[in-house]
């Protein structure tokens, strides 16, 4: 199996790769430069070469000079002659004297076209020449210089070249790999954070999230620099999620645990009377006692259960009615309805000139008003007065009875809570004797389902609870005398 390269070997290699493509290239470019610039020159050597030598007939008549080479010939010139009567001859001009030209070599030049023209020619026992022939008084002269001197050096610079690339191409492994893990560094210290995070166990219970990467590597104005802040970033979500999955199932825990010790005590009594009952099957006074007390439980049961089915689609997120409510009404009946259940307190209705209008559930407003005043009605002192006042934007009730236990007020719209059950209580006072701790859970969860807002504010003699509804708007009063 092949093993993943990783990001700094990748790295390197590419710096590497691309030092000794670079270097291969200025190694070829200077080579071929200077194989071209000493091709020229020995070019040029050889037509000089060719304008000295003497005529066809001086070349083949004269024997050859001992010690001085021609004037304007270089040393190892090759020079060969054919006559216009066929004759042909050639030397090679060295330190000690001309040496006669080997007949297949001479075959060779004799054969290069006279047109001035530099050429390369291969000579047999004697190697690479360039070679130009001319045409003359009596025949044709050729001159020819050899391209060793001209190979010597473009091989010499080719192995200078090769142990400068490999010198290059070394340091370029050296120098690139400290360079490259310098720079990778900080990208090291993000996968550490993220590594940390990574060892957690996220499945259950209290997480911290605490760690975090370090300021230096946050900065969005660097690759770097943006992933750190991108991890940072998830890591606050991931944080917030993982809190807010704690306290859902603390939550959970704790409703579960309430709603089993509220249906407890009626499943008990019931269980209780219906034993009762069995027991004293002739006693009509205690089975029509019996049969009441399991009545009165069962509709405690079938309350408390239709709350939190209530409650469950609301969390579920499942649309209520949307319907023209008039909440200018739905007020004044629910106040009216609450004066004739407790007398002994003083009612107040406030409303605007114009009927308010909202839309929303109307069963589940007249729900949310109802709550409110039943808690105010039940958990504060005959004589407290209860005011309802509605706006364009909602209403609020309140009450001047002795408020909300302080441990109390910042929990109230949670569910099952719970205050001291001998201490009265203001407006949607929350549990009090008989009560389950839904009220003001049902309150904001129905009043959220329609995309507003409820807030408590309560000191002892000061208590209100406000609800705002958006899309509230005031209509023209209508001639239906139900509505006047």
């Known amino acids: 199996m092949r093993h993943p390269r990783t990001l700094t070997a990748r790295l390197v290699a590419t710096v590497v790769l691309l030092t000794v493509l670079t270097t291969l290239v200025v190694a070829a470019v200077a080579t071929l430069a200077t194989r071209s610039y000493l091709l020229e020159r020995l070019d040029r050597d050889v037509t000089q070469s060719l304008e000295r030598i003497p005529g066809p007939g001086e070349v083949l008549g004269s024997p050859p000079p001992q010690g001085d080479l021609p004037p304007g010939v270089p ?21 000690d004297g001309d040496e006669e030209l080997p007949d297949d070599a001479l075959a060779v030049l004799t054969e290069v076209p006279s047109d001035g023209e530099v050429r390369q020619v ?34 010499r610079l080719v192995l200078v070249q090769a142990g400068v690339g490999g010198a290059v191409a070394l340091l370029a492994l050296t120098a690139g790999g400290w360079l490259v893990r310098r720079q990778l560094r900080p990208l090291r210290e993000v996968a550490a954070t993220a590594r940390g995070v990574a060892g957690l166990r996220l499945d259950s219970g209290e997480v911290d999230l605490g760690e975090r990467v370090p300021a230096h590597l946050v900065d969005d104005r660097t690759e770097v620099g943006q992933v750190g802040a991108a991890l940072d970033m998830l890591l606050d979500h991931v944080g917030a999620a993982l809190a807010a999955r704690q306290r859902s199932e603390l939550q959970v825990r704790q409703f579960v645990a309430d709603a089993s010790h509220e249906l407890r005590t009626p499943l008990a009594t019931i269980a209780g ?54 909440l200018s009404r739905l007020l004044v009946e629910a106040v009216a309805d609450a004066q004739v259940l407790a007398p002994g307190h003083r009612w107040r209705l406030e409303l605007p000139a114009e009927p308010v209008e909202v839309p929303g559930d109307a069963l589940r407003l007249h729900q949310v008003v109802t709550n409110l005043l039943t808690n105010a009605r039940k958990y504060t002192p005959g004589g407290t007065e209860v005011s309802v006042v509605g706006d364009a934007g909602g209403f609020a009730v309140h009450d001047d009875g002795p408020g909300f236990d302080p441990a109390v007020a910042a929990h109230a719209f949670e569910r099952f809570v719970r205050g001291d059950p001998a201490r009265h209580r203001g407006a949607g006072g929350g549990p009090g004797p008989g009560g389950v701790g839904l009220g003001l859970s049902l309150v904001e ?40």
């Open 273 to 326: 009377y219906s034993e009762l009952a069995r027991r004293r099957p002739d006693d009509a006074a205690a089975a029509r006692t019996a049969l009441a007390k399991v009545e009165e439980e069962s509709h405690r049961m079938t309350a408390l259960v239709e709350d939190l089915l209530l409650l469950a689609r609301l969390d579920s997120g499942r649309p209520l009615e949307q319907a023209p409510v008039d």
């Open 122 to 155: 291969d000579l047999p026992g004697l190697g690479s020449y360039r070679a130009a022939a001319e045409a003359t008084t009596g025949g044709v002269v050729v001159s020819a210089l050899p391209e060793e001197q001209v190979t010597e050096v473009v091989t």
């Open 75 to 95: 040393l190892g010139a090759v020079t060969a002659v054919r006559t216009d009567q066929g004759g042909v001859g050639g030397r090679i001009l060295g330190t």
């Open 445 to 484: 969860a129905v009043v959220t389902a329609h995309g507003g807002t409820v807030r408590l504010r309560s000191a002892p003699g000061d208590t209100t609870v406000e609800v705002r509804l958006p899309g509230a708007v005031s209509v023209p009063p209508s001639s239906d005398p139900a509505r006047s």
